[in-house]
């Protein structure tokens, strides 16, 4: 293990993220805010210390090690979330760093869970701050830079393993750069078409049409509106959102495919059918429910039960109405959502299809072998054998997940919070949804929460945005062991 190699590429990181900070620094100067200075502050210091660590700890020739690659992506997300609380702690934004803290490893995680009582009364450069961290987030820190700078060699493949969501990042080049770059690519166009739908035929201003944008291909939920998309009133912005989000939430590998004409490998994949007949049975079931119970026209029923399934089947977290409101077996269903989330390879979050997948043939194959012992069954997705040990990683991750779901619940619960909060909350960040139910529910928020629970939540984000490994492994004693 070379700390140095770790140390040196955690500096060039955090010079990145400087230079990202500007942004938000260059809106506020547009918009002549106060928070003008926390933002140049903010970049000053987070270039000066990144170039601290850049230039005063000299990489290494070599490529980097699995070790030192999982190390490295760890790193670079708590870092990231470190120097990304600056400009709300330097604005006065939350009264305590744990908070700020807390809102930056939202944004950077595109979880979307956030502590502001007032969202509407921060300024231009706060908000799309908070918007943008999502946008740089969903795609991945790491794999932007593999895409832009070649400087990590063979060894980015381990952070690119790493960082991507999913149990197998599909590799669409020969080379990582270009797999990485090919996916950024992907995101950005079709974050520019969002961005153009909106503002020229939504005809919302650019500032609106940039924020939903980096709320929705990110699948991260934060918006500069306390209502989220229910301030807009515009079936045109929903449905825009609404579609985008179900894109964002497949595997962006299969968009590749679209783009060089194979549409038979594109409609083929079993996990985006079933990620779809999810999205649609889950509509189908909620818009019954509502019009049975609480006894709202079809057509009311069907636009509120498709967006908020999308929204949190997507791992999204936006709102079109206060579901805590809604009957006992809707909000169940949308729970169930939380845990299950998007595709692999997609921006969103949770346990993922492809590993529910899995765990059903996975269990209905230990069903057949307890009748017939002796018979031969493999386990097969889409048509493919899958290997032994593919299979059982998925099934040792989906057991890690859950029991990171029960032990964060009790542990949330032991802080004196309701049991559908403490649940809810630890699902809603574990999985990077965002909003929760009951007191973390679309109209809540999360100042609620003890701070000893933000940390346990802050922990559940990190843990949730990069899969368990390149986190828990970090705890392991033998992998800081220098050989």
Known sequence: MRIRVIVH??????????LFMVIPLLCSIHFSEDDVWAFAISVGVTLGIGALLFFSVPGSKGNLS?????????????????????????????????????????????????????????????????????????????????ALFPI????????????????????????????????????????????AALKFIGKIPVFDACTITFGTMPTGGFLHKDLSITAYDSLFISSTVTFFMVLAGA??????????????????????????????????AIMLDLVQNMGQPVGEALSYATF????????TGFATADFNEWPSFSRSILLILMIIGASAGSTGGALKVIRLLVLVKYILRQLYLAISPKSVHSLSIGGHVLPENIASGIVGISILYFSALMIGFLVMSAMGLDLITAFSS???????????????GPVGNYSIIPEAGKVILILCMLIGRLEFLAVLVLIVPAFWKWR
Do not use: C
Request: aromatic letters at 16%; proline letters at 3%.
């Open 9 to 18: 590429y955690l500096g060039f990181t955090v010079i990145i993220l400087g």
């Open 66 to 146: 699995r070790r030192e690659g999982l190390a490295l992506v760890a790193g670079v997300w708590i870092l990231a979330a470190a120097f990304g609380a600056l400009p709300y702690q330097l604005a006065g934004i939350f009264p305590s760093y744990i908070d700020s803290y807390f809102e930056a490893m939202s944004g950077f995680t595109t979880t979307g869970a956030t502590v502001l009582t007032s969202i509407e009364s921060q300024s231009h450069g706060i908000l799309l701050w908070r918007n943008f961290t999502q946008w740089i987030g969903g795609m991945g820190i790491v794999t932007l830079f593999i």
């Open 152 to 195: 990590l060699g063979i060894g980015a493949a381990y952070l690119f393993e790493a960082e991507m969501p999913g149990p197998q990042p599909e590799r669409l080049k020969v080379r990582i750069r270009d797999t990485a770059k090919a996916l950024w690519i992907i995101y950005i166009a079709l974050s520019f078409v969002q961005f």
């Open 251 to 284: 595997n962006f590998g299969l968009y590749y495919y679209l783009y060089k004409r194979d549409y038979k490998r594109f409609f083929s994949n079993i996990e985006f059918r079933f990620y779809i007949v999810i999205i649609v049975v889950s509509s189908l």
């Open 308 to 315: 908020q399934t999308v929204s949190i089947q997507t791992t």
């Open 426 to 440: 630890v699902a809603a960040t574990l999985g990077n949804v965002g909003p929760g139910l009951a007191s973390v």
